[in-house]
């Protein structure tokens, strides 16, 4: 009997220690699980929702242009104003197939910055500027998305090449992110998925090389406009 019971005894041992031993590699395989993600993955995830695709129609319904824009808050939202140009109507297309009416605020041509109203957004994902204090820097990491294709959406990754530099008279940052007809409009983000330009367009004489209208300037609208 006191054999029996030792081996019991022994068995619930071997049970605990293996029960120990389950739990422990259950919490690894968790940990796995949940390990945390960065760089453009991370930027895509976390700022994507915001960003939509905009269409813009003439006064007889047909389609003028297309181009990105992303929500920013109180149901605002911003956008490249040469998308906006000349259009009488505008939709925002979300990646969940939800359709907005949108509307034009206020726009600066010279600037290329609009701002929007779009409607019944209710909790979606909105997008900051980056803080004042912490400026696009030379060699930054730097994120772009938007919408060249309907179905699209896609982020390229590049760096900062230029975080202010002369452009037509306008100051721009430059980057080497992707740009595609369709982006324009979309936000370009640093690592921690703030805003640090709003995409403009693209160089036809320096191949690889962007343009986006700097958070500053941006910033600095929206203050003149009260929004």
């Given at each position: 009997m006191?054999?029996?019971?030792?081996?019991?005894?022994?068995?619930?041992?071997?049970?605990?220690?293996?029960?120990?031993?389950?739990?422990?590699?259950?919490?690894?395989?968790?940990?796995?699980?949940?390990?945390?993600?960065?760089?453009?993955?991370?930027?895509y995830?976390?700022?994507?929702?915001?960003?939509?695709?905009?269409?813009?129609?003439?006064?007889?319904?047909?389609?003028?242009?297309?181009?990105?824009?992303?929500?920013?808050?109180?149901?605002?939202?911003?956008?490249?104003?040469?998308?906006?140009?000349?259009?009488?109507?505008?939709?925002?297309?979300?990646d969940?197939?939800?359709?907005?009416?949108?509307?034009?605020?206020?726009?600066?041509?010279?600037?290329?910055?609009?701002?929007?109203?779009?409607?019944?957004?209710?909790?979606?994902?909105?997008?900051?500027?980056?803080?004042?204090?912490?400026?696009?820097?030379?060699?930054?990491?730097?994120?772009?998305?938007?919408?060249?294709?309907?179905?699209?959406?896609?982020?390229?990754?590049?760096i900062?090449?230029?975080?202010?530099?002369?452009?037509?008279?306008?100051?721009?940052?430059?980057?080497?992110?992707?740009?595609?007809?369709?982006?324009?409009?979309?936000?370009?983000?640093?690592?921690?998925?703030?805003?640090?330009?709003?995409?403009?367009?693209?160089?036809?004489?320096?191949?690889?090389?962007?343009?986006?209208?700097?958070?500053?300037?941006?910033?600095?609208?929206?203050?003149?406009?009260?929004?």
């Amino acid at each position: 009997m006191r054999g029996r019971i030792g081996g019991i005894a022994a068995a619930v041992i071997a049970v605990s220690v293996l029960g120990g031993t389950v739990h422990a590699t259950s919490a690894r395989a968790e940990a796995v699980g949940q390990e945390s993600i960065s760089g453009a993955e991370k930027a895509y995830r976390d700022a994507a929702p915001a960003v939509f695709y905009l269409k813009a129609y003439r006064k007889d319904g047909t389609l003028k242009t297309v181009g990105s824009g992303f929500l920013t808050s109180n149901g605002k939202a911003l956008t490249a104003a040469h998308v906006v140009e000349d259009g009488v109507t505008f939709e925002a297309v979300f990646d969940d197939g939800a359709v907005r009416k949108a509307n034009v605020l206020k726009s600066d041509e010279e600037a290329d910055v609009a701002l929007l109203s779009v409607a019944n957004v209710g909790k979606r994902t909105m997008l900051t500027l980056a803080d004042e204090k912490s400026p696009a820097r030379y060699g930054q990491r730097s994120f772009a998305i938007g919408y060249p294709l309907k179905d699209g959406k896609i982020i390229t990754e590049g760096i900062v090449n230029v975080p202010k530099a002369k452009v037509n008279g306008e100051l721009r940052l430059l980057t080497s992110a992707q740009v595609s007809s369709g982006m324009s409009g979309g936000p370009l983000l640093n690592e921690e998925g703030r805003v640090i330009g709003l995409i403009s367009g693209s160089f036809r004489t320096m191949s690889g090389i962007h343009i986006c209208v700097t958070a500053e300037e941006v910033r600095n609208l929206l203050k003149t406009w009260k929004a």
